[in-house]
């Protein structure tokens, strides 16, 4: 579904705080009991939310994602423009590996006018839409194709990846928790993505806002590993002390 700003906030107000009644959020967004209700159906029936008696919860916490054309659509506008603002600080000429996701799909995109790229990676969302520059040779990794977004995960994907060492890493993350680790939920693709950070030179992590205070069973990495970080709002409290303790350059798109 194509999600609206309201729906949006709808979802955002749920997710902060974890679970929400029908009247809570009403009051919150200043609509209707009837409007919220609406909203409500639409959003549980394309499963990004999930119906309780008494009210609503995001469907998954640590154990499972949501699904590929679910993430896809949403943030999709503040994932374009950290795309854009990843896409200004890439060099021409440079070598890069992109990790499964939504957002280095988005970045994909935003790279196509760049000129002497290499590119590694282990999505093949990503190797699609990149193919489309004649002025950036792609390398895809072997192993298992994940069928619902296309990502190749695996020991296979581990053993190719740590053939090269790239310039930059750009990786997306599903969570990351006030203790200032990154989390995912497949451990097969944390495997790789650790040796993607493990293989690059720079490592720079691209993250919507609402990645803060997510929570996803597997630890993929800290932020003491990264070296930037772009999101597309302002990181709340205790992300900026942290962030600067790590030493991690943020950028916040515009």
């Known amino acids: 579904m194509n999600t609206n700003p309201r ?7 749920v997710r902060a705080r974890k679970s929400a009644t029908v009247e809570q959020l009403a009051d919150t967004l200043g609509v209707t009991l009837q409007t919220v209700r609406r909203d409500v159906q639409r959003l549980a029936e394309s499963g990004l939310l999930t119906r309780f008696h008494g009210g609503v919860r ?24 950290i795309a854009r603002a990843v896409a200004e600080q ?72 740590r053939q090269f060492k790239v310039d930059i890493a750009l990786i997306g993350i599903s969570g ?31 993250a919507d806002h609402s990645k803060f205070n997510r929570p996803a069973m597997v630890q993929l990495a800290t932020l003491n590993q990264i070296g930037r970080l772009f999101t597309d709002a302002p990181p709340p409290e205790p992300f900026p002390a942290l962030l600067q303790d790590a030493g991690v350059i943020c950028t916040v798109a515009a």
Do not use: M
């Not at 729906?7 to 107000?13: D, H, T, V």
């Open 7 to 13: 729906q949006l906030q709808l979802l955002e107000e």
């Open 58 to 81: 995001v469907p998954s916490s640590t154990v499972e994602n949501l699904a590929h054309t679910q993430r896809e659509n949403l943030h999709a506008e503040g994932k374009a423009r």
């Open 90 to 161: 890439v060099p021409n000429d440079c070598s890069l590996i992109l990790n499964i996701g939504t957002t280095t799909e988005a970045i994909a995109k935003a790279l196509l006018h760049h000129r002497g790229l290499r590119v590694i990676t282990n999505n093949l969302n990503v190797a699609a839409i990149l193919s489309s520059n004649p002025e950036c040779e792609v390398i895809v990794a072997g192993g298992v194709v994940r069928a619902r977004d296309r990502g190749i995960v695996g020991e296979a994907a581990v053993d190719f990846i």
């Open 176 to 206: 990351i928790e006030p203790d200032g680790s990154l989390r995912d939920f497949d451990y097969r693709e944390v495997k790789v993505a650790q040796t993607i950070i493990e293989q690059a030179r720079e490592v720079w992590l691209a």
